[in-house]
């Protein structure tokens, strides 16, 4: 109801569960840290140390697993549940007003001409878009003027009817610190190497195709950042594509179709929800995170075969992404990895967050794990966020980028890439592989891991209930109630500092966050400063809930996940 | 109180005396039949395995799934692409050969255009590439808020969204709309992201004859007939006819009035799919409503790409701001997905700069179309399929040799022989499986206003001469 334009989809309502995800699915192994093997980590022992579980799990781990989610508060959660009442009913009151014309109806209304058509929305879709949404709208949508780089520009509006319309009043907020963007390493830059390579194309290509891949629009540009990639991420080989999303939910239904399954985490990203939907495969969910919740599933699926036919199942393709954009966990990928080799499963990772964000040499979540980029079937990923760029990857085995160039739909149907920021990719991945000759690119992958880490700790000792894991740059910070989502963001954007903040349906109804992406490019100062920020913001809307409390773990048995099945 | 439920009860008795016997019997029946289904072994629906775990285990063993993708033989190996070097404008780079264009769908040759690239620089040198997130988390930059009013004011309607990809624009905008239960009327040869848009509103879908209007509105009426039957859910299944204005599939101008006529009869809304009109046909470029003069309002939601006339990249829906805003919360394409690179979007308002100011390129586009669709009249074994004033249209096989394989196979021989005369061709592509109505293969001649006259002259001579050197050779090889 509050926010749809956000990154994390969310199928169905879990409330209260998720708040017993600490550690899910993972025996409490030994607890303590285990040596690092990564220079750039300094060694954070912090006094609530022992609210964390590591996760050693038969020494599939090389590092510790340290993923935390504090339960929420008894008296928040009431408080927020009533938030949403007293919301709910006011905005039947002005439902009510506005049905006998005393408040005035700011909706756009159907042509006049049209009006006995079925009507477009039913009335209660925009209940909460209207009564609720509308209220905090503003947080959303702000257009900014200038690079989305450490600091950006924001374009000032105001609004004199209660957020319905926005007024740009042609002044600009300088110098905000940008804490929003997936701007990871720091390559969302107008100037330097990248900028200058994709200038210098740009002049000579123009910036279309005007063609797909299979006809007229295969540049030798496009091979060679094919080839590009494939190095980087260590496959055989990879295929680009001009749309992260479009990567998901066009080349799914390329692999796995009716007869075969899909066990998709919960808080998979809608693209992944959508390609799997589109692929006609029927689909079955797990547990956020929770290997036993998918270990149930594989046996189940294995066991019974297809439902009433009982034939066996053709494949089963497990879905999974790196870093969760909204809850800032990692995936427990060895155990995954364990899981698909033990049930002869196939593995589509989504690295969308996760590539040049994890990892010593910024090669995602597989390397962060020190695992073999041969374990996973499919690795896919995104150029819009390390990268600075658009556009998203598939990596695999030969075969399967073979497969893929004759059967994917964005090869057959969709205009390839666009020429500059082809280049732009190829200039940054060079430079995080190191092969422009700087170590710019390791500089910023090692000031990434710093930043998170030092960033995350800071709001732990203040006291805010932050959700993920320790290594994760995707930081959400509690909020809770519906009222405290618009009132951080703003209040936040006075102190010049520009946040994410999420609420439901990306989240959870009671769980509404904010959330703050590190990026390479923030210094210590501007950290600082928005530590300073978010400290003053914390204590003027009581946002420090954390009791530090031990997490239940999660012991119970699990309720049967849905089913999906396309007919 | 008491005293009343005692004479109840005493009622109650009574009437069991006064009972027939054959009701005692039956009910006490009936009360045994309860019992009995009370205490019986429970039923279920679900067959319960009583696998033992050693069983279990042997049936995970057992399974072997399928391959990732299938196994490819090696003497079938996968086809490779043409591989452009240099940039895909009027000049093009072939396997190494230089070719004149006649492939890419960059009309109105801004591709290549100077004063698009520089504004794509400017803007570079403004904002870098990437936007580093979706419209919702700062991702919304001026030039997106510019190129939307532009592409609204440019199409003379209240309001317009842009997407990061051309395909996603009407595959996200139809199940923004239509959901699970409602009912899409569409044209058979439909191009493939409108049949994936379909497949993820699934909606109930209904197809009729390309461009056949008294098939429409024979369905409409079986609709009619029903809805009579069922008045209360007519009165929640919202009815949607999904058409192009040009169709890709077969360069055939939709019959728009007809259509807006219908839509008002049966109280259907019309989604029109314009990336291939949208900057070519009408005196100003507005697309296919232009072409016959229909008042755009009269068209629920326009969709296109920029990919083509415009030649940068990505796509726009428009319309009232009553259809349009409704995508800014429920089009996935554009909630879930990073935006637009602010220097193709700057592109895009560049190349719509140059649109308003000459409205001559249309009408030169549009006479060049003719011009090579007359040429390219009466070859023996070719048929031109598709209006004269497309500026994409297709050549297929006069008659199939009864194997796609082969047709395509010879198709593909024409167009290596114009390739290595200098002209540059492609056939027309599509997944054979995945396509609804698979359109027969085909050669797809682009026109852009950068071939001269000379180069058409040439394109339609060598078509002929191939298609008499390489039809003429299997026919007699036969």
């Given at each position: 109801m509050l926010i749809r334009m956000t990154e994390s989809s969310v199928k169905k309502l879990s409330n209260g569960d998720r708040c017993y995800r600490a550690s899910n699915g993972v025996k409490p192994g030994k607890n303590g840290?285990?040596?690092?093997?990564?220079?750039?980590?300094?060694?954070?022992?912090?006094?609530?140390?022992?609210?964390?579980?590591?996760?050693?799990?038969?020494?599939?781990?090389?590092?510790?697993?340290?993923?935390?989610?504090?339960?929420?508060?008894?008296?928040?959660?009431?408080?927020?549940?009533?938030?949403?009442?007293?919301?709910?009913?006011?905005?039947?009151?002005?439902?009510?007003?506005?049905?006998?014309?005393?408040?005035?109806?700011?909706?756009?209304?159907?042509?006049?001409?049209?009006?006995?058509?079925?009507?477009?929305?039913?009335?209660?879709?925009?209940?909460?878009?209207?009564?609720?949404?509308?209220?905090?709208?503003?947080?959303?949508?702000?257009?900014?003027?200038?690079?989305?780089?450490?600091?950006?520009?924001?374009?000032?509006?105001?609004?004199?009817?209660?957020?319905?319309?926005?007024?740009?009043?042609?002044?600009?907020?300088?110098?905000?610190?940008?804490?929003?963007?997936?701007?990871?390493?720091?390559?969302?830059?107008?100037?330097?190497?990248?900028?200058?390579?994709?200038?210098?194309?740009?002049?000579?290509?123009g910036v279309g195709v005007s063609s797909t891949r299979r006809e007229m629009g295969n540049l030798a540009k496009h091979e060679e950042l094919e080839k590009l990639v494939a190095r980087f991420l260590g496959v055989e080989a990879a295929m680009a594509f001009g749309m992260g999303f479009a990567t998901n939910s066009m080349n799914i239904p390329a692999l796995v179709g009716k007869g075969c399954l899909i066990l998709s985490d919960e808080l998979n990203h809608a693209s992944l929800v959508l390609g799997a939907r589109l692929s006609g495969a029927t689909i079955r969910v797990f547990k956020h995170n929770n290997m036993q919740s998918l270990e149930k599933l594989l046996r189940d699926a294995i066991v019974h075969?297809?439902?009433?036919?009982?034939?066996?199942?053709?494949?089963?393709?497990?879905?999974?992404?790196?870093?969760?954009?909204?809850?800032?966990?990692?995936?427990?990928?060895?155990?995954?990895?364990?899981?698909?080799?033990?049930?002869?499963?196939?593995?589509?990772?989504d690295e969308a967050h996760s590539i040049g964000a994890l990892g010593p040499s910024g090669k995602g979540v597989v390397e962060y794990f020190g695992l073999d980029p041969k374990d996973v079937d499919i690795m896919m990923g995104t150029f819009t966020k390390s990268f600075g760029a658009a556009g998203g990857y598939i990596g695999g085995k030969k075969e399967l980028i073979d497969y893929l160039f004759t059967h994917s739909h964005s090869a057959v149907y969709a205009t390839s890439m666009s020429p500059p920021v082809v280049e732009q990719i190829i200039t940054s991945m060079k430079c995080i592989m190191g092969e422009d000759g700087t170590s710019f690119g390791r500089d910023r992958i090692q000031q990434l891991a710093e930043n998170t880490r030092y960033f995350r700790r800071k709001l732990q000792e203040m006291g805010f209930i932050i959700y993920g894991n320790n290594d994760s740059p995707v930081v959400p910070l509690m909020l809770y109630m519906p009222a405290k989502i618009g009132a951080f963001g703003r209040e936040m954007l006075k102190r010049n500092i520009g946040v994410v903040v999420v609420g439901f349906p990306a989240t959870p109804i009671i769980e509404s966050r904010a959330r703050f992406c590190l990026s390479a490019a923030h210094t210590k100062e501007m950290l600082d400063t928005a530590l300073r920020m978010i400290s003053e913001v914390g204590d003027l809307l009581q946002l420090k809930y954390s009791r530090h409390l031990l997490v239940p773990l999660l012991d119970r048995p699990f309720e049967t996940t849905y089913e999906e099945n396309e007919e | 109180m008491a005293s009343g439920q005692q004479w109840v009860l005493v009622e109650m008795v009574q009437a069991f005396y006064e009972a027939p016997a054959y009701h005692l019997i039956l009910e006490g029946f009936l009360i045994l039949w309860i019992v009995r289904l009370l205490f019986s072994k429970t039923y279920k629906l679900q067959e319960r395995s009583d696998l033992t775990e050693k069983e279990k285990e042997e049936l995970i063993e057992d399974w072997q799934p399928e391959p990732l993708v299938p196994l490819v033989s090696k003497d079938h190996p996968p086809p490779k692409y043409d591989v452009v070097s240099g940039p895909t404008s009027h000049k093009i780079i072939v396997n190494g050969k230089?070719?004149?264009?006649?492939?890419?769908?960059?009309?109105?040759?801004?591709?290549?255009?100077?004063?698009?690239?520089?504004?794509?620089?400017?803007?570079?040198?403004?904002?870098?590439?990437?936007?580093?997130?979706?419209?919702?988390?700062?991702?919304?930059?001026?030039?997106?808020?510019?190129?939307?009013?532009?592409?609204?004011?440019?199409?003379?309607?209240?309001?317009?969204?842009?997407?990061?990809?051309?395909?996603?624009?009407?595959?996200?905008?139809?199940?923004?709309?239509?959901?699970?239960?409602?009912?899409?009327?569409?044209?058979?040869?439909?191009?493939?992201?409108?049949?994936?848009?379909?497949?993820?509103?699934?909606?109930?879908?209904?197809?009729?004859?390309?461009?056949?209007?008294?098939?429409?509105?024979?369905?409409?009426?079986?609709?009619?007939?029903?809805?009579?039957?069922?008045?209360?859910?007519?009165?929640?299944?919202?009815?949607?006819?999904?058409?192009?204005?040009?169709?890709?599939?077969?360069?055939?101008?939709?019959?728009?009035?007809?259509?807006?006529q219908l839509k008002y009869k049966y109280k259907v809304r019309i989604l029109l799919e314009e990336s291939l009109s949208f900057g070519v046909l009408g005196e100003h470029g507005r697309g296919v409503t232009e072409h016959f003069g229909v008042n755009i309002d009269d068209i629920d939601l326009i969709s296109a790409n920029m990919e083509n006339s415009l030649a940068s990249i990505g796509g726009f829906c428009c319309g009232r701001s009553f259809v349009i805003d409704h995508q800014r919360l429920s089009g996935q394409g554009y909630c879930f997905s990073a935006s637009l690179p602010p220097m193709l979007a700057a592109a895009a308002i560049e190349a719509l700069n140059i649109m308003e100011e000459d409205i001559d390129i249309f009408r030169l586009l549009r006479d060049k179309c003719k011009h090579i669709h007359s040429a390219l009249q009466g070859i023996s074994g070719l048929e031109v399929v598709g209006e004269s004033i497309s500026p994409a249209f297709h050549l297929q096989l006069e008659k199939s040799t009864g194997s796609r394989e082969l047709d395509v196979k010879l198709l593909r021989g024409i167009i290596d022989y114009c390739m290595n005369r200098q002209i540059a061709l492609t056939q027309a592509h599509y997944l054979d499986k995945e396509e609804r109505f698979l359109p027969p293969p085909s050669i797809r001649v682009v026109v852009t206003i950068e071939q001269t006259e000379e180069e058409l002259e040439k394109a339609a001579s060598l078509i002929k001469e191939a298609a008499q050197h390489i039809l003429q050779h299997t026919v007699l090889g036969h």
């Open positions: 840290c285990v040596k690092n093997h990564y220079l750039y980590q300094k060694q954070h022992c912090y006094p609530e140390e022992k609210i964390y579980h590591v996760a050693h799990n038969g020494g599939l781990y090389k590092r510790p697993f340290n993923e935390v989610f504090e339960e929420t508060p008894m008296l928040v959660a009431v408080l927020t549940y009533m938030g949403y009442g007293i919301l709910t009913l006011f905005g039947y009151l002005r439902d009510f007003l506005r049905d006998w014309k005393i408040e005035k109806c700011q909706n756009a209304t159907e042509r006049e001409e049209q009006k006995d058509f079925v009507p477009l929305y039913q009335d209660f879709e925009n209940f909460y878009t209207r009564n609720l949404y509308m209220r905090i709208r503003d947080s959303w949508n702000r257009p900014i003027c200038s690079v989305p780089g450490a600091k950006f520009d924001v374009m000032d509006r105001v609004s004199y009817d209660y957020n319905w319309t926005f007024k740009y009043t042609g002044k600009v907020v300088k110098d905000v610190i940008n804490m929003g963007s997936y701007n990871y390493l720091g390559f969302a830059e107008n100037h330097g190497l990248c900028a200058d390579a994709a200038a210098d194309v740009t002049m000579k290509y075969g297809q439902p009433r036919t009982h034939r066996p199942w053709k494949k089963i393709l497990i879905l999974v992404e790196g870093i969760y954009s909204m809850e800032g966990s990692i995936i427990r990928l060895p155990e995954v990895i364990a899981l698909k080799k033990k049930y002869k499963a196939f593995l589509y990772l | 230089e070719c004149i264009n006649f492939a890419s769908f960059n009309f109105l040759g801004l591709l290549d255009n100077e004063r698009v690239k520089n504004q794509a620089l400017t803007s570079l040198k403004k904002y870098g590439v990437g936007t580093c997130g979706p419209r919702g988390f700062y991702g919304t930059f001026d030039v997106h808020l510019e190129l939307e009013e532009r592409l609204a004011k440019f199409m003379r309607t209240e309001e317009a969204i842009i997407y990061s990809y051309g395909f996603a624009t009407i595959a996200s905008a139809i199940p923004a709309y239509s959901k699970r239960g409602d009912i899409v009327f569409v044209d058979e040869a439909a191009c493939f992201s409108i049949q994936k848009g379909l497949q993820a509103s699934r909606s109930n879908i209904k197809y009729f004859k390309h461009n056949d209007m008294d098939d429409l509105e024979r369905l409409l009426k079986e609709l009619e007939t029903e809805d009579q039957e069922n008045p209360r859910k007519a009165r929640v299944t919202r009815r949607f006819i999904v058409v192009e204005g040009l169709y890709i599939n077969t360069g055939d101008i939709c019959p728009l009035p007809e259509l807006v």
